[in-house]
Every structure is written in C-alpha cells, then in structure tokens.
C-alpha cells in the first residue's frame, strides 16, 4: 500500500509540472541534451525588443543549438518564457516557449541574461514601454533610453548548474505559485520570426553537438536573420587572421675583433618583408652566405648589418606586419555583468549572465 501511495505521488508531481506549463510536448528523445554553454550576449539592437535566450532543439540529425537574439515580442506587454527539456517516463520532451503577460515556468534551467531559473529579471514593461535591467542584460544607451540598474540578485559561479533539461540528472525545479498561475494565462506561440530562426540553425552543420562537441559556432545573433557571435562575442563566421606578429629584431650582434686586415668591411643589410600573407609560407628573406673580403669576415643577414671596421651595429630587422592580432575581447557590453541561477545573477567573463 505504501508503494502504491509513493507512486502515485511520483505520477501527482509529474502531471503538474507538465499542466504548470500548458504547452504539449512536443519532441520527445532517448538521450540527454548538452550543457547549456557558456556566451556573450550581444547588445539589444532595437528598443522594445526581448532577449529570447538559446537553447538546444532536435532533429533527426540529433541536438543542435539555437542562438539566443534578441526578438520583438507580438505586441507590448509580453514577455518570453523559454522553453526546456524535461526528463519524465525514460525519454527527454521538449515544451515549447511562449508569450505571455507573465514569465511561467521553464524547468528551472539556467539560460542567462535575467532567465535564472525561475522569474526573469533581465526587464519590465511598464504600461507600453519597455525598461531594460542594465546589471543582467547587455544594452547599448544610446539605441536603448529606458534602463535601470537592479543588482538584488546576486549568485556564486559555483552554485550555477548549467544542466539544460529538469529532471533526473539535470535541475530539479518545481514550479512556484506564480509559474502555475501564469500557466493559466492566455499563451501566444513563437512568431514567425523565432519559427524561422531555429529552422535556420537546423540548417547548420557547425551547429551541431555531434559535430561542435557542445560548443556550437555561433551562439548568439543580434537578432533573426541579423549578425553572428561565437562564444566570446566576436563576430562569428570570420576565421582570424594567421599572420603572425612581426617584431623587429633584436638580435644582439658582437663587433668584429679580429681581423687579418685594418680595412674595415661592410655588409649590407637584407630586408625582410613581414605581412599578412608570407611568400611561399615564409617571410621572404635574403641572406647571402658568408663572405671574405681580404681576410675580413663580412656576414649579410636579415636581422642585423655590423661594421666591423667602425665598430657600428645597426639592426635592420623586419618591419612590423600591418595585421591585427585577433586577441580575445574582455568584455561583451559597457556594463558590470551578471549571472545567477534560481533567480540571482552573478558577474561573468565580461558577458552578463
């Protein structure tokens, strides 16, 4: 009798978790989804607009990830709740996000930028207009006017869980009185454009967990159909460049001493040409091998000219290449970043989160 009643609790617990979101299952897998990974998040291009974080969908082809963007929302007032992966009865169901005039739930995952599990803090609309929490969002103030500055939030590095399905093995989330309030609200689907978007990044290879290993290529946009950016915030899509730096020599030479005769000797100086794209590979270099003129050693380089009779040394090294170093951006906004899991927020590698 006791199995009986714990069983029917277990069965109790699951079916309000699904009616708590109101939205069907609508993909259903054998195998977990990736971590969540971790990302910059691109300023908000347009005021008025939300961030609809990314997350991890299915196709025959396997997991693939969907940028996050920034999208405009049917009409003022609504906000995004995104959808997850929950891991009920063996398998892993995908619940789709929707627009609503309250955040629902959405299983507790971590997805950044306000979505901390539970709650969103990334904004509010009031009446109309849209207000932006600068302290968990990226925001440029001089495309967005309406901004705040909230940072009651406040989470540890180490406490976050970057598990992107609830259930077994992932997080472990109930919906809160108000998740199952929303759930009774009128829901609004994905537009148009968010449907386009994750069609889009099926179609991708680079996309891919089998093949990106958990770290896709581009994982965030701007927005649908608008610029890309890998993990650290950098335009994604443009390989760097492979010059390499070109520092000019320092190649310490010693003034000739002995000499079988007192005239001196000069040799002149190779040039070495560095640029972005090397000759055949390499620097193009012209050296010629060593030379005796009346005894004395006369020795051409491309790093150095020495005078040996006058005791000169003059460094003639490769000027430097006109080629940007590709070193990683500290920072993905102007702001202090933050992330936070359970509804707190906490400051990250430069990106809010």
Known sequence: MKNILLL?????????????QDVDVSVQVSTPPPAIPEYDQPPCPHDGWLWSPGYWAHSPDGYYWVPGAWVKPPRPRLLWTPGYWAFVGGFYGWHRGYWGEHIGYYGGVHYGYGYYGSGFYGGEWRGDVYHYNTAACNVNTAVVHNTYTNNTVVNHEANVNRASYNGQGGVTAQPTAAERTASTENHIAPTKDQEKHSATAAKSKSQYAVNNGG???????????????????????????????ATRSSVSTKETTAQSSPRSSKSKGSSTRSSGSPRSGTSATRSGSA?????????????????????????????????????????????SSSRSSGGSSHSSHGGKR
């Open 8 to 20: 029917l609790a277990l069965v109790l617990t699951t079916t309000t978790i699904a009616l708590a």
């Open 215 to 245: 770290k896709p290529a581009t994982t965030a946009m701007s927005n649908p159909g608008g610029k890309k950016f890998n993990s650290e915030g950098k335009v994604a899509g443009k390989e760097p460049k492979s010059s390499p730096a």
């Open 291 to 335: 030379s005796t003129r009346s005894g004395s050693a006369t020795t051409r380089s491309g790093s150095a000219t020495t005078r040996s009779g006058t005791g000169a040394t003059r460094s003639s090294g490769s000027r430097p290449s006109s080629s940007r170093s590709t070193s990683p951006r500290s920072s993905s906004g102007s702001h």
